[in-house]
């Protein structure tokens, strides 16, 4: 019933910067919280980023901390991911998640996952 499709991925030197977008559609009234996680090759799934689609809190794993923003614009139904000063440890392939709950449960447990977007830091 939900659909997430990821955009804007690409190749990027280190210290530049690249926005990644996650578009839904379907059925996403209930799915409030909205996010990212991330995949190296070889290497476990790990959490990015979240947003809580109506209070607007929002959460980030450590390693993005000051680097990287995550919005959301209701207009467009879109979430969006704002990564500057990238590092080559950045690399990975970027997945768009979301869950009916709150942006705890959303770390541990998403319902819906875009087909992710391939993000590359060269040095």
């Known amino acids: 019933q939900v659909r997430l499709e990821e955009s804007g991925g690409g190749s990027v030197q280190a210290g530049g910067s690249l926005r990644l977008s996650c578009s839904a559609s379907?059925?996403?009234?209930?799915?409030?919280?909205r996010g990212w996680f991330r995949q190296a090759p070889g290497k476990e799934r790990e959490f990015v980023a979240v947003?809580?689609?109506?209070?607007?809190?929002?959460d980030y794993a450590d390693s993005v901390k000051g680097r990287f923003t995550i919005s959301s614009d209701s207009a467009s139904n879109a979430v969006h991911l704002q990564m500057n000063s990238l590092k080559p440890e950045d690399t990975g392939i970027y997945y768009c998640a979301s869950v009916a709950g709150n942006n705890a449960l959303l770390k541990t447990n998403p319902s819906y996952w875009g087909q992710g977007t391939q993000v590359t830091v060269y040095s």
């Open positions: 947003i809580h689609w109506i209070s607007g809190d929002t």
């Open positions: 379907g059925r996403t009234f209930g799915q409030i919280s």
